[in-house]
């Protein structure tokens, strides 16, 4: 089964400063896709970032960038510069098997970005 | 492009109520999934619809049920609520891109039975 592992529930860090949130998965697919979610207290979930498996080159999207470890099957997420909007519960996600759209989901990470 | 909507955003019923909640994808995409949040189990996945089939499903009861109509719009019914499905209910509208599905959530429905 596809399992998404994310072992911090909650982490805190200073507004400008960079943090760093962990993610493993288990997939027996070769050629996937992962991918962050943000969600503000708005409730509204938010693509932060994605990254296919099969790029050595890992994403980035201004100050979020990922650290794609395909072997340990790790998924990363750097925030740099990090803002007070950046505060929320941030998912790792990736595709189920078998051609459906169905997203697996780790528990979260709940994010405070501190004045 | 209006997002992905979904009605209503908040709801209270009482145990051994149904309940049926709405939500219209983005225009153009014909996938439409529904997640049941909630802290203790977070993210779980119900079902998916395309082009109104069923495609997947997750493992919840016969309790909760759903359906696509011919223009992507997803209803899902829960019938004789229980305590345990206050959840906020999320929904997600697909598109493949390059061989790549981006799903994009609605705001959710904030179920609280009681």
């Known amino acids: 089964a596809q399992t998404v592992t994310q072992s911090q529930p909650e982490m805190s860090v200073q507004e400008a400063e960079t943090v760093t949130l962990s993610c493993t998965y288990d997939t027996s697919e070769s050629n996937y896709y992962l991918f962050w979610y943000k969600q503000p207290p708005s409730r509204q979930m938010i693509l932060v970032i994605r990254?296919?498996?099969?790029?050595?080159q890992n994403a980035t999207e201004n100050r979020f960038s990922v650290n794609f470890q395909k072997a340990a099957k790790s998924f990363s997420l750097k925030i740099s510069d990090s803002q007070l909007g950046d505060t929320a519960m941030y998912f790792c996600?990736?595709?189920?098997?078998?051609?459906?759209?169905?997203?697996?989901f780790g528990k979260g990470t709940k994010l405070t970005v501190n004045p | 492009k209006a997002g992905v909507t979904q009605t209503p955003r908040y709801l209270i019923k009482t145990r051994g109520q149904q309940v049926t909640l709405s939500c219209s994808p983005i225009s153009g995409h014909r996938s439409v999934s529904w997640y049941q949040q909630t802290p203790g189990q977070g993210l779980q996945f119900l079902f998916e619809y395309f082009s109104e089939t069923q495609r997947n499903k997750g493992n919840f009861p016969g309790r909760f049920s759903g359906r696509q109509f011919s223009n992507s719009r997803s209803e899902m019914n829960v019938s004789t609520l229980e305590l345990g499905d206050s959840a906020l209910y999320l929904c997600?509208?697909?598109?493949?891109?390059?061989?790549?599905?981006?799903?994009?959530f609605g705001q959710g429905t904030r179920l609280t039975v009681v």
């Open positions: 990254q296919e498996a099969y790029k050595q």
């Open positions: 996600a990736f595709p189920a098997q078998g051609g459906s759209e169905k997203l697996v």
């Open positions: 997600a509208s697909s598109l493949v891109v390059g061989g790549i599905t981006e799903a994009f």
